[in-house]
């Protein structure tokens, strides 16, 4: 028996290489440390991009839209499409109303020429109703399908003003309600001077001092822009300090004394506090005796 020779080559086989003992360590970069740390997933950062890409793309076309006029288009075919649907004004609700004339609360409600009721502008309601001096506040809100409400919250007259002849109803803030004839003067306090209705609140504030004179009180002069004479119903006129302390501290001394002697309708013409050390007095005038013929 023959043995075979075994050929022996030094060449290499194909194939793949023996892995070695050790394994080769992957370099993790800062960004992906960065990502690890970060409280939410890898997914939900991804996601979260994608949505920020479309939100910028959708902006994008907005934008282009606004530039091109394209958007203000589609609002106006919107909201001709909502009027021909029959949301459209049709009715005014309105509340509120004492002295105003409703009538023109209607018309101006319904003066826009685009009565839908996507588009009416209830700001510009608002401020067209606001510029009539007896309405306060104004609450503007729609009621699909055809209401539109109207809340409105009046002024109250609290004085008179009397200037250079002219009488004007007057809030407690001496914001000018409406001009009046003589003849229409109401039962409330009258203040005259060519700034006095500026003064209102000082005086409201001052009256309170004396809250049991208050109701006696029929009329209040602003002197010289600095200080007050107030008028009583059995009348008396009382010449108050300058200062809204002085003034107060001398108007709750008078109620004191009407209080003890009781002062007023007694005869006296004026009474005069100005000066903080003593008050004067005035009587009216003694009529002249005629003499016997």
Avoid: C
């Avoid at 020779?5 to 194939?15: D, I, Q, S």
């Avoid at 609700?93 to 003066?111: H, M, P, Q, S, W």
């Avoid at 826009?112 to 309601?125: F, L």
């Avoid at 300090?241 to 002697?261: C, I, Q, S, Y």
């Amino acid at each position: 028996m023959t043995a075979s020779k075994v050929k022996r080559t030094n060449k290499k086989v194909k194939g793949k290489p023996r892995k070695s003992g050790k394994s080769k360590v992957r370099q993790v970069s800062i960004f992906d440390k960065l990502i690890r740390a970060m409280p939410v997933s890898e997914a939900q950062i991804q996601k979260g991009l994608t949505w920020g890409l479309v939100g910028v793309f959708i902006l994008g076309l907005f934008s282009v839209g606004h530039y091109a006029g394209i958007n203000q288009k589609v609002g106006s075919e919107v909201a001709s499409a909502v009027g021909s649907a029959g949301f459209e004004v049709k009715r005014v609700e309105v509340t509120g109303i004492n002295r105003i004339d409703e009538l023109k609360v209607y018309e101006i409600a319904l003066a826009q020429k685009d009565r839908s009721m996507a588009v009416v502008d209830i700001d510009q309601v608002r401020d067209d109703l606001l510029a009539n001096g007896w309405i306060r506040e104004a609450r503007i809100s729609r009621r699909l399908p055809e209401t539109l409400v109207v809340e409105i919250l009046e002024r109250e007259p609290a004085a008179v003003w009397q200037r250079n002849g002219q009488l004007s109803l007057i809030d407690e803030t001496g914001f000018p309600l409406q001009d009046i004839a003589p003849e229409e003067l109401p039962d409330l306090p009258v203040v005259v001077g060519r700034k006095a209705n500026k003064q209102v609140p000082e005086l409201t504030e001052l009256l309170e001092a004396a809250p049991a004179l208050r109701p006696m009180i029929t009329g209040a002069t602003w002197i010289g822009n600095r200080r007050w004479n107030l008028e009583f119903d059995s009348g008396e006129t009382l010449a108050l300090p300058e200062g809204r302390d002085t003034a107060a501290a001398a108007l709750l001394n008078f109620a004191r004394m009407d209080g003890v002697n009781r002062l007023l309708g007694r005869g006296v013409v004026h009474f005069d506090l100005r000066d903080e050390e003593r008050a004067y007095l005035r009587m009216p005038p003694k009529a002249t005796s005629e003499p016997e013929s």
